[in-house]
């Protein structure tokens, strides 16, 4: 099970910090991801980081933007955006899959990001 948590309004230039809770299951073998999907648009892959290891990987739309992180003692994976634009609005998403699997498996519910010009 995926919570995500920690979106809300900021204004442009401003920074927020996701956080996704990872319950109910080992997920020392998986990578964690995050994902976005603005109104009218599909959703769009951002960053994900392995669990075991802790590489990323970034969409070019946001590199250099936002770091993706985890704490394993808390285990919980992080989004950390800054620079905000009001591009960034949309719902945010946690997910999970795998290191062998082609599809995320585990999906949080989302949380909303909002930001003003």
């Known amino acids: 099970q995926l919570q995500a948590c920690g979106g809300g309004l900021a204004q442009t230039g401003g920074s927020l910090r996701l956080s996704c809770l990872a319950s109910g299951r080992t997920f020392t073998n998986y990578i964690m991801g995050w994902f976005r999907q603005a109104p009218g648009k599909e959703r769009e892959f951002l960053a994900s980081i392995r669990w075991s290891g802790g590489s990323t990987y970034y969409a070019d739309s946001v590199k250099g933007r936002f770091t993706i992180s985890r704490d394993n003692a808390k285990n919980t994976v992080y989004l950390q955006m800054f620079s905000l634009r009001p591009g960034d609005t949309a719902v945010y998403y946690c997910?999970?899959?795998?290191?062998?699997?082609?599809?995320?498996?585990?999906w949080g519910q989302g949380t909303q990001v909002t930001v003003s010009s």
């Open positions: 997910a999970a899959k795998a290191t062998w699997s082609t599809s995320w498996e585990y």
